[in-house]
Structures are given as structure tokens and as C-alpha cells.
């Protein structure tokens, strides 16, 4: 609530100060005779006994006088946040995010030309909704990954394409530094944000996803508010030249060790493109079968792998391949996969974060959208077409929440 002193008569604006009604400042509200009753009178709307819809936007309305105060708490006294219009007349609430089944208690005062106050005080209720939708964001709480990791949120509903841009207008983006980026549907059910280029390197991201309030066409109401911030660790690129036999890795655009490599042989050749590694295992059992090889082909294989790093959904990992070091840096003999020595296949999966950016090249067979995180093998303007919003630029963080620790990677 704004505490203000007004003088009787006046309707100037206090420009340029936030704390100021439309009406200037210099006389106290009690010099006023409270024997004369004022001309002005208020409405607000929502009003009534019955509970009203939590998508309702809150509007104060003064006739015959200007607003002096409005405060609107609704459950543990949070304050409902407004605008009044430039005459003075109409405060607005800024959200139509009121909270579900929640108490809300109204105060305004308005004066006429005289000066002469008028205030109401109420209460209103918010309604259950009977249904309900809820999101997930990915990367979770506390997480630390690679630049080449895209926000996900998930529902478990699906979106219209009419509804999408009600969701994207509600999901915020907050970063340590300015980033141009854009949310891209999926599918139904999922909302994708990426940068133009990588996100920089050692920074903070945090995800505001404000659902309160928003109404799908059938009726179910966003389930809440959530907060989640993860980290950017150290730029880690590898590049994996099928043709040279080599997998050259960068970290902060300095190369910092260079690994022989095998490939996927013909029939298996590994996809060429830009992806990021997704799951990190150390030690994993890799059986032909789940990609379809019958076990009585003589390509059908069951081993155990160990330092795997998943690059693709359909199979391809980086791991440590014993069995192929004569051909590393020399032959593409694998299943699709990118093996190497266990020792080097060690080295890069205690360096890297899932997240990182691993860029294939030198193969016939190019990577397929979808196949894992594949955002960085769209164009920015292929990337954009699936947008609402279209490009934004990130938010600075919210200062009251806790940075996410990135921890020290080995040298």
C-alpha cells in the first residue's frame, strides 16, 4: 500500500516517482473534515459473495475523483502489485496471477476536486479450479551443464497452438548476462529455449515459469509458480572428424588434448551434425538388440562399456572401446558409436558436463532432428518459425535467489 498526503483540490502527477499516486502531496488526509461526505466513489471489481475466477484481473475505479491509495494483500500478506491509469481514476493490477481457493482483502481511497476522501474496504475469494496443468523444467534445480543445453518445460497436457502464446508470454528467462534468445515448440507438450549462438560460458540461468492464472481452452488453470536455477559451466567442444580418425577438444576456444578415434563403420556410419551429450554413465551394458540387431546377425553384440557419454537417442555414445584401440586414429570399425582408449575415454568424462557440445563431421549420414538435442542443427529463422514470441532478450537475475556453485573442472 502507498501512504500518501494529499492536497485538497489538486490532480497534478508526481512524474518520475514510483512511490506517488496521480495526485500531488503536501496536505494529510486527517485535516480533512470527516463530517462532509465526498463526492467521489469507488468501485472494484471483482465484487460480490461468490468466489470468482482466479483469472480475474483486479481493476479500483474512482468517478467523480482520483484515487489516493490502493492495496490489495491477499494470503501471508502479499501485496498485489498495480498501475494507476494517468488521470488517476483506475488502478490495474499488473498479473491476473491470483492465487487458487486464496483470501483477498481490498483497501482503496479516492478524493474529490475538494479533497474530500471516500474509502472502501473488502474482501474477495478465489475459486478452485476443477482442472489443472502442470509443467517440469529441465535442466532441475541446482544443475550445472554445458553450453549447448536448451531449456525444456514439459507438460502434462498438450498446448494448442492457440494457447502457446499465453504460455510463452508467461515463462521467463533470467540471465547473469544479456542473451538473445527465443522459446520453439516441439511438440504439444513441450517448449524449447535456446540462445542465438551457445549460452557464455561460467554463467547463471534462472527459469521463472508464472502458470497461476493461465487458462487453456478447456478450462484447466496453470498449477503455480516455480523458480528454477542451474549454471553454465566451462565452454567444452569436441569435434569428431570421422575422415582423420581424431576428436580435437576445446575448452574456452583453446584446444587442450587431441584423441585417435573410431567411427562408425559403413552400414553404421556415426550421424554427422552438432549435438550434446545427454546422459553420463560410468559403466554401461550396450546390447544390439535394443536397436533392433537380431541376436543370431553377426553384427549382434552385448558388452559392457564404461565412461559412456549418450550423444544421440538412437544409440551413439563417446565410451572407452578396448577392443578397438588398434584402429583408433586409423579405421571406422564401431557400431555408430565414437570409441577410444579407456583412458582417454576417462579423461573427457571427468571434463565434461552434460550439455556439452559434441560437433560430427566427415560421415554420409547426417544427423536427424530430434534424434537427442538436435536444437543446434536448426537454423535460427527454421528455429524461430515454431516461436510465438519470436527473439527476446533475457531478464538480469533475481538478486534474492542463491547463485548455483560451479564446481572446478579438472585441468
Same mark, same amino acid.
Given at each position: 500500500?502507498?501512504?500518501?498526503?494529499?492536497?485538497?483540490?489538486?490532480?497534478?502527477?508526481?512524474?518520475?516517482? $514510483?512511490?506517488?499516486?496521480?495526485?500531488?502531496?503536501?496536505?494529510?488526509?486527517?485535516?480533512?473534515?470527516?463530517?462532509?461526505?465526498?463526492?467521489?466513489?469507488?468501485?472494484?471489481?471483482?465484487?460480490?459473495?461468490?468466489?470468482?475466477?482466479?483469472?480475474?484481473?483486479?481493476?479500483?475505479?474512482?468517478?467523480? @475523483?482520483?484515487?489516493?491509495?490502493?492495496?490489495?494483500?491477499?494470503?501471508? @500478506?502479499?501485496?498485489?502489485?498495480?498501475?494507476?491509469?494517468?488521470?488517476?481514476?483506475?488502478?490495474?493490477?499488473?498479473?491476473?496471477?491470483?492465487?487458487?481457493? *486464496?483470501?483477498?482483502?481490498? *483497501?482503496?481511497?479516492?478524493?474529490?476536486?475538494?479533497?474530500?476522501?471516500?474509502?472502501?474496504?473488502?474482501?474477495?475469494?478465489?475459486?478452485?479450479?476443477?482442472?489443472?496443468?502442470?509443467? !517440469?523444467?529441465?535442466?532441475?534445480?541446482?544443475?550445472?551443464?554445458? &553450453?549447448?543445453?536448451?531449456?525444456? &518445460?514439459?507438460?502434462?497436457?498438450?498446448? *494448442?497452438?492457440?494457447?502457446?502464446?499465453?504460455?510463452?508470454?508467461?515463462?521467463?528467462?533470467?540471465?547473469?548476462?544479456? &542473451?538473445?534468445?527465443?522459446?520453439?515448440?516441439?511438440?504439444?507438450?513441450?517448449?524449447?529455449?535456446?540462445?542465438?549462438?551457445?549460452?557464455?560460458?561460467?554463467?547463471?540461468?534462472?527459469?521463472?515459469?508464472?502458470?497461476?492464472?493461465?487458462?487453456?481452452?478447456?478450462?484447466?488453470?496453470? $498449477?503455480?509458480?516455480?523458480?528454477?536455477? !542451474?549454471?553454465?559451466?566451462?565452454?567444452?567442444?569436441?569435434? &569428431?572428424?570421422?575422415?582423420?580418425?581424431?576428436?580435437?577438444?576445446?575448452?574456452?576456444?583453446?584446444?587442450?588434448?587431441?584423441?585417435?578415434?573410431?567411427?562408425?563403420?559403413?552400414?553404421?556410419?556415426?550421424?554427422? @551434425?552438432?549435438?550434446?551429450?545427454?546422459?553420463?554413465?560410468?559403466?554401461?551394458?550396450?546390447?544390439?538388440?535394443? @536397436?533392433?540387431?537380431?541376436?543370431?546377425?553377426?553384427?549382434?553384440?552385448?558388452?559392457?562399456?564404461?565412461?559412456?557419454?549418450?550423444?544421440?537417442?538412437?544409440?551413439?555414445?563417446?565410451?572407452?572401446?578396448?577392443?578397438?584401440?588398434?584402429?583408433?586414429?586409423?579405421?571406422?570399425?564401431?557400431?555408430?558409436?565414437?570409441?577410444?582408449?579407456?583412458?582417454?575415454?576417462?579423461?573427457?568424462?571427468?571434463?565434461?558436463?552434460?550439455?556439452?557440445?559434441?560437433?560430427?563431421?566427415?560421415?554420409?549420414?547426417?544427423?536427424?532432428?530430434?534424434?537427442?538435442?538436435?536444437?543446434?542443427?536448426?537454423?535460427?529463422?527454421?528455429?524461430?518459425?515454431?516461436?510465438?514470441?519470436?527473439?527476446?532478450?533475457?531478464?538480469?537475475?533475481?538478486?534474492?535467489?542463491?547463485?548455483?556453485?560451479?564446481?572446478?573442472?579438472?585441468?
Amino acid at each position: 500500500m502507498r501512504a500518501l498526503s494529499l492536497a485538497a483540490g489538486l490532480g497534478i502527477a508526481c512524474a518520475g516517482l $514510483s512511490a506517488c499516486s496521480p495526485l500531488s502531496a503536501s496536505v494529510d488526509l486527517q485535516t480533512v473534515p470527516t463530517h462532509v461526505e465526498s463526492r467521489a466513489s469507488l468501485t472494484a471489481v471483482p465484487s460480490g459473495p461468490g468466489k470468482i475466477a482466479p483469472s480475474e484481473r483486479v481493476v479500483v475505479t474512482a468517478k467523480d @475523483g482520483q484515487l489516493a491509495s490502493v492495496s490489495v494483500l491477499g494470503p501471508h @500478506g502479499k501485496e498485489l502489485t498495480g498501475s494507476y491509469s494517468t488521470d488517476g481514476s483506475t488502478w490495474t493490477a499488473n498479473s491476473t496471477a491470483l492465487d487458487y481457493a *486464496a483470501t483477498y482483502s481490498l *483497501a482503496a481511497t479516492a478524493v474529490d476536486s475538494r479533497g474530500v476522501p471516500v474509502s472502501t474496504q473488502q474482501t474477495f475469494t478465489t475459486a478452485e479450479p476443477e482442472k489443472v496443468f502442470s509443467a !517440469f523444467v529441465t535442466p532441475t534445480q541446482g544443475s550445472v551443464v554445458g &553450453v549447448g543445453m536448451p531449456i525444456a &518445460v514439459a507438460f502434462d497436457r498438450d498446448i *494448442a497452438p492457440a494457447e502457446r502464446a499465453s504460455i510463452e508470454q508467461a515463462l521467463a528467462v533470467r540471465t547473469s548476462a544479456p &542473451v538473445v534468445g527465443a522459446w520453439s515448440w516441439t511438440g504439444a507438450r513441450e517448449v524449447r529455449f535456446r540462445p542465438v549462438a551457445f549460452w557464455p560460458a561460467n554463467s547463471q540461468v534462472q527459469v521463472q515459469a508464472d502458470l497461476t492464472g493461465v487458462k487453456l481452452s478447456d478450462g484447466a488453470m496453470g $498449477s503455480g509458480n516455480t523458480l528454477t536455477s !542451474f549454471a553454465i559451466g566451462p565452454s567444452m567442444l569436441t569435434k &569428431v572428424d570421422a575422415l582423420t580418425h581424431q576428436a580435437s577438444v576445446f575448452r574456452d576456444g583453446s584446444l587442450i588434448k587431441t584423441i585417435p578415434v573410431t567411427t562408425g563403420k559403413p552400414g553404421f556410419e556415426t550421424r554427422s @551434425g552438432t549435438v550434446v551429450i545427454t546422459t553420463k554413465e560410468p559403466v554401461r551394458i550396450m546390447d544390439a538388440a535394443t @536397436g533392433g540387431t537380431d541376436k543370431e546377425d553377426p553384427e549382434y553384440y552385448r558388452i559392457e562399456v564404461h565412461s559412456a557419454m549418450r550423444i544421440t537417442a538412437s544409440g551413439e555414445f563417446l565410451h572407452g572401446a578396448p577392443w578397438s584401440m588398434w584402429a583408433q586414429g586409423k579405421r571406422n570399425v564401431s557400431h555408430g558409436c565414437i570409441g577410444m582408449s579407456p583412458e582417454n575415454a576417462l579423461w573427457l568424462f571427468e571434463r565434461s558436463n552434460i550439455g556439452d557440445v559434441v560437433e560430427v563431421s566427415g560421415t554420409s549420414v547426417p544427423q536427424n532432428l530430434g534424434n537427442g538435442v538436435t536444437v543446434w542443427m536448426n537454423t535460427w529463422e527454421d528455429w524461430l518459425a515454431d516461436s510465438k514470441a519470436g527473439p527476446v532478450t533475457t531478464q538480469p537475475l533475481d538478486a534474492s535467489v542463491a547463485r548455483v556453485t560451479i564446481p572446478d573442472m579438472p585441468a
